[in-house]
């Protein structure tokens, strides 16, 4: 079946301009999370929608970043003011939240690649 | 509070030799570790996980990884390097407690060189 897809793929912009990434989760899965990768680096978590919960904001570096999801499908990240240090990939996974069951695997899109110059 | 340290930045092997790749982990409670692959241009791509049941896993590609709770390690192992297997592997452990998000936190990440 058809994977997490995330758009674009690839987001140059200039430096104090607002970029919108999408992504589309695996159809069922309730869970969604956003993570950023910078050059060289492993994966920062960001945040996190679990069903009509409140999300997880713990992760955002900035009230610059904000992300929605509309009930348990597509889900933007929204970066405003953009600034140099948000220069990164960032990735979107999606997952089954089991009730009582830990560690459900996170199938990951393919990312999106936002330079700021 | 959860935290994973790869051992190793970069690791380089002849084909056909043993790959080892080190992970140590920290957390409170029962973890569930995984490790990821990620080639270049390519996604991320889930090898294996524990979940607290077989301490050794078996993963795809050959790849395997015994978790050792006395050492605190979840090492990456595989009998004999391919050259498909150059890539860059994480080490992740997830928060795991009641009512938390099941967050991924990631290690550095090892870069896997292999040599012909």
């Known amino acids: 079946g058809a994977g997490v897809s995330q758009s674009p793929s690839n987001k140059v912009t200039e430096k104090g301009k607002d970029v919108e990434l999408r992504c589309d989760p695996i159809s069922g899965h309730t869970a969604l999370y956003w993570y950023r990768q910078r050059l060289g680096q492993g994966l920062e978590f960001l945040i996190y929608f679990q069903g009509n919960s409140a999300p997880d904001k713990s992760g955002l570096p900035s009230d610059r970043f904000s992300a929605e999801r509309t009930g348990e499908s597509v889900s933007t990240l929204t970066i405003q003011r953009t600034q140099q240090e948000d220069s990164a990939v960032y990735l979107c996974?999606?997952?089954?939240?089991?009730?009582?069951?830990?560690?459900?695997?996170?199938?990951f899109g393919p990312g999106t690649r936002l330079t700021v110059l | 509070a959860q935290s994973v340290t790869q051992l190793d930045s970069h690791v380089s092997v002849s084909e056909g030799t043993p790959v080892l790749l080190r992970c140590n982990y920290s957390s409170s409670y029962s973890p569930s570790l995984f490790w990821y692959v990620q080639h270049p241009n390519k996604g991320l791509q889930l090898l294996l996980k524990?979940?607290?049941?077989?301490?050794l896993v078996k993963g795809i590609n050959g790849f395997e990884a015994e978790f050792k709770k006395s050492e605190t390690s979840f090492h990456l192992t595989k009998p004999s390097a391919h050259m498909s297997d150059a890539a860059e592997y994480f080490c992740?452990?997830?928060?795991?407690?009641?009512?938390?998000?099941?967050?991924?936190?990631f290690g550095t990440g090892t870069l896997l060189a292999v040599q012909p």
């Open positions: 524990y979940t607290s049941a077989a301490t």
């Open positions: 996974a999606s997952s089954l939240v089991r009730s009582g069951v830990w560690g459900d695997t996170q199938y």
């Open positions: 992740v452990v997830t928060v795991n407690y009641g009512g938390a998000t099941n967050k991924l936190i």
